[in-house]
C-alpha cells in the first residue's frame, strides 16, 4: 500500500460530535476532504446549518444531526440514524464538550455535573453503542477522544476550571483503558490534545491570558484552522494502525515547557 492509499479514507463513514464549529468542524472538514462520507452533530440546529454550508463550500457534504448529548438516552437514535443514512459507523470523533470556570471552593454542582457528564460520559457511552452496534462485530474501527493538554497537568494562576481539567484527564485514561479492551477487535482508540485555539469555548480565558500562552509556546502561536486536520486524518487512517491507547499533543510545545 503506498504512502497516499495508507491516509486515504473513501467511503469511510464518520460521526463528529460538536461537529458544527470550532475544533469539531475543523475536524469533520479534514475527513471529508479525504473521502469519508461525514455526519456531524451538534445542539443547536442553526449553527448545524451554517456548518453544513462552510463544509459544502469546500466540496464537503455533511449529514448534520441535532442531537444534546447531555440527554444520554438519546445516543441510540444518533447511532440509529448515522447508520441508517450513511452506513455503519468507522470513525467515531468524539469531541463535543463544555467547561465552566468558577473556583473550586464556590464551585456549583451543577457545573461539575455538566461538564462530566459532557466530556466523559456521553463519550464513554457513544463509544459503547458505536463499538458494540458498528465496530467489534465488524472487528475494525477508529476512536479519537478529543481531550486537551489541560488534562496533563494543573492549572495555571488565576484559571479556574478544575471540572475542566480533572474531565480531560479521565478522557485520556478512558482512552487507554478502551483501547486495551477493544484492540483483539481491531479498533484503534486515540486521543488528541488540543492546546489552545481560538474558540468560542476558550475566548473569554484567552482574552485574559492569550498574550501570556503566546509567550510561553515554543512555536509563538496559537492553534490556527489547519493545526488539527492532519493529526485528525493520520489517527482515522489506516497510517496509524499500529498506534492505540495514545495522545498526542498538538499545542505549539507548550507542554513541553
Not at 18 to 41: D, F, P, T, W, Y
Not at 42 to 65: P, S
Not at 83 to 105: F, K, M, S
Request: one cysteine or more; charged letters at 20%.
Amino acid at each position: 500500500m503506498s504512502v497516499k492509499q495508507l491516509f486515504q479514507l473513501d467511503d469511510q463513514v464518520a460521526l463528529v460530535t460538536g461537529g458544527s464549529r470550532g475544533l469539531g468542524l475543523q475536524m469533520a472538514a479534514a475527513l471529508g476532504e479525504m473521502g469519508c462520507k461525514v455526519a456531524i452533530s451538534a445542539r443547536k440546529a442553526d449553527e448545524l446549518k451554517r456548518a453544513k454550508d462552510d463544509l459544502a463550500q469546500i466540496g464537503v457534504e455533511a449529514y448534520a444531526i441535532v442531537s444534546d448529548l447531555q440527554k444520554t438516552d438519546s445516543i441510540p437514535a444518533l447511532v440509529d440514524e448515522v447508520a441508517a443514512t450513511l452506513g455503519a459507523i468507522d470513525i467515531l470523533i468524539n469531541n463535543a464538550g463544555a467547561t465552566w470556570g468558577a473556583p473550586a471552593e464556590d464551585y456549583p454542582d451543577e457545573a461539575w455535573h455538566k461538564v462530566m457528564n459532557l466530556n466523559v460520559t456521553a463519550p464513554f457511552f457513544l463509544a459503547r453503542e458505536v463499538g458494540r452496534r458498528c465496530m467489534i462485530p465488524r472487528k475494525t474501527g477508529k476512536i479519537i477522544n478529543v481531550a486537551s493538554i489541560a488534562g496533563l497537568r494543573g492549572m495555571s494562576s488565576g484559571v479556574h476550571t478544575i471540572a475542566y481539567n480533572t474531565s480531560k484527564a479521565a478522557v485520556i485514561n478512558f482512552t487507554r483503558s478502551l483501547a486495551s479492551e477493544w484492540g483483539r477487535y481491531g479498533i484503534n482508540v486515540n486521543a488528541i490534545c488540543p492546546g489552545f485555539f481560538p474558540s468560542k469555548m476558550s475566548a473569554g480565558l484567552l482574552d485574559n491570558i492569550g498574550d501570556k500562552v503566546v509567550e510561553g509556546t515554543p512555536l509563538q502561536r496559537l492553534g490556527g484552522d489547519e493545526d488539527l486536520k492532519g493529526v485528525t486524518v493520520f489517527l482515522a487512517s489506516a497510517a496509524s494502525r499500529h498506534v492505540t491507547g495514545q495522545y498526542i499533543a498538538v499545542d505549539g510545545g507548550a507542554s513541553a515547557v
